[in-house]
Structure formats: structure tokens, C-alpha cells
């Protein structure tokens, strides 16, 4: 379903760049209010209050403990809460000699491992959060009739921008001039060769990434230049709609796969084989306390403490 629900946005988006490419300069003004000298500072400011920032939303950060609480939740841990568990019955509870020592070392290796993960997670998000923070894009954006240059995040559809080579498209626009200009598409389409962009209209067998008068947010102008106006921006962008896709839900690691599998096998390979010992031993001994305890002992051996 969520995937459909993507789907339907993409080429929702995809059917407005459509739109766009294929009208007239004066209709395109008409449609987004806007005029040849940009907007007003005043009609900027209401539309990025009514629209948001221009910037990708990968979703809120999880508070901290939060974290904390996931990183525990990984299937070796919690096989291996079930096997110190099941080790309190063996070792203490039925046992004449009672012993913690092995539900300490267990317990104490599911608390270094989680934490190591917590911690290194942290410094992780906050390296993130630092190069995010020291990268700051600007954009030559029209407002008032003046050419000024401002963050990308303040951009809003109806703006009016100026691309040189070396700029970041900032957002889904339409060219209306063009001098010579190349954009690499490659962050889209995986292009290795730069596409050129025109102020033409688009033909009508054309796709939206096809378009040569659209430009989308997260490709760049490789030469020449040229003055476009904003259809889309944020997270209505087809960049947008990818990016946040692709984060909403990570896709697991090979890795991460083969420990979630090996947790599997190892839980039914318990599940197998305590029952089989347990009635197997309770038949021959006669003795279904000893039986149990060994079954339980069984499903201790299976599982490695070292495993996270």
C-alpha cells in the first residue's frame, strides 16, 4: 500500500512538471502568480508560511532513549534474554549449586554490545548533523525586481531564479531562457552524460524526465545559464518525493539480513529440539524435573554468548 501511495505521488509530480512544460511563458506567471521581476517579499514570505521551508523531510529524530531502547531490541539480544533467562532456571532456581555467574556474563555482554551500538549510532547522527549544518546553499532568486542571493530553504513556488554553471538546481523549475546550458541528471536518472535544457515547448510524446524546459532539485548546471521560475519545492519535488521514500522505511543490510535469519534458526532449532529432549528424557529417566532441566540446557548450548 505504501508503495502504491508512492507510486500515485510520483506521478502526481511528474503530471504537474507535465503541465508546466507544456504552457505558454504569460500562462505559467498567470498560473503561480507571479510576474517576469519575481515575486513581491511580501508574497514570498505568506507563500514559504503557507508552504514550508524548501527542504527535504526525512522524518523527526527519535529522542534519545528511544534509541536506547532499540538498540537492545536486535534478534541476537533478545535471543540471548531467553537464554539468560532459561540459565536462572538451570543454574539458580533448580540448582543445588547455585551459580549467577553465567546469567551475569550473558547479561553483561547484551548490555556492552547495546550500548556500543547506541553510542556509536549517536556519534554517527551527530557527524551528520554537523556536515548538514556546514554546507550552505544559496540561489539567485528575483524578488522585488532585484537579483539577490538567498538560502535554497527560503525558496517558494512563483520565484524567479538566475543558474550559472557550478549552481544546484534549488527546486522543480521551468526554464523560460537558455544560453548553452547542460544539467547533470545523474542523481535522477543515473545519466553519466549531461542533458541540455531548452526554453521550448515539450513535445507531446515526451515523459517529464525527458522535458527539455524542466530542471528538477538535486541535478546541477554543469555550463552556460539561464532564468527559470518554480514550480515545485521541498518534498512536492520529484526529488522529494524519491528521498523520502527511500528514508521513510530503510531497506536492511546483507548483514543485517544474515543476523535476523541465524536469529530465526536458532529460535526453531528450541523450539525443535527442547520439546523432543524433554519428553525423550522424561520417558527413559522417569525423572520429568531432570528432563526439563536438561532440555533447558540444551537450549542454553545452542546459543553462543558471544553472539552480539
Do not use: C
Request: no cysteine; aromatic share 8%.
Amino acid at each position: 500500500m505504501r508503495k502504491k501511495n508512492v507510486t500515485n505521488k510520483i506521478n502526481n509530480i511528474e503530471n504537474i512538471a507535465v503541465k508546466y512544460a507544456k504552457i505558454q511563458k504569460d500562462d505559467i506567471f498567470a498560473e503561480l502568480n507571479s510576474t517576469q521581476k519575481g515575486l513581491t517579499a511580501e508574497n514570498a514570505e505568506l507563500r514559504l508560511e503557507e508552504e514550508g521551508l524548501n527542504e527535504i523531510n526525512y522524518g523527526k529524530n527519535q529522542p534519545w532513549f528511544m534509541r536506547l531502547i532499540l538498540s537492545f531490541a536486535n534478534p541476537f539480544s533478545l535471543v540471548l534474554v531467553f537464554v539468560a533467562v532459561v540459565t536462572i532456571f538451570t543454574d539458580v532456581l533448580f540448582s543445588r549449586e547455585k551459580s549467577w555467574a553465567t546469567v551475569i556474563i550473558i547479561f553483561s555482554l547484551i548490555v556492552i554490545s547495546s550500548l556500543l551500538q547506541f553510542f556509536q549510532e549517536s556519534k554517527s547522527d551527530k557527524a551528520a548533523e554537523k556536515l548538514k549544518a556546514m554546507v550552505s546553499s544559496n540561489a539567485a532568486v528575483m524578488r522585488d525586481g532585484i537579483v539577490r542571493e538567498m538560502p535554497m530553504q527560503e525558496i517558494v513556488r512563483g520565484d524567479m531564479i538566475h543558474l550559472s554553471a557550478g549552481d544546484m538546481i534549488p527546486a522543480d523549475v521551468r526554464i523560460l531562457s537558455a544560453k548553452d546550458l547542460f544539467i547533470s541528471q545523474a542523481a535522477l536518472t543515473g545519466e553519466s552524460e549531461p542533458v541540455e535544457k531548452y526554453d521550448n515547448l515539450l513535445n507531446a510524446s515526451s515523459t517529464a524526465l525527458e522535458a527539455s524546459n524542466i530542471a528538477y532539485m538535486g541535478t546541477n548546471v554543469l555550463s552556460g545559464s539561464a532564468t527559470a521560475i518554480v514550480i515545485e519545492t521541498g518534498n512536492n519535488t520529484y526529488f522529494g518525493s524519491i528521498a523520502k521514500d527511500l528514508t521513510g522505511h530503510r531497506a536492511q543490510s546483507s548483514f543485517e539480513r544474515g543476523v535476523a535469519n541465524v536469529s530465526k534458526i536458532l529460535v526453531r532449532l528450541m523450539m525443535i529440539m527442547v520439546p523432543i529432549v524433554f519428553v525423550i528424557n522424561g520417558l527413559t529417566k522417569n525423572s520429568w524435573i531432570d528432563a526439563l532441566l536438561f532440555a533447558l540446557s540444551v537450549a542454553v548450548g545452542i546459543t553462543p554468548e558471544l553472539l552480539p
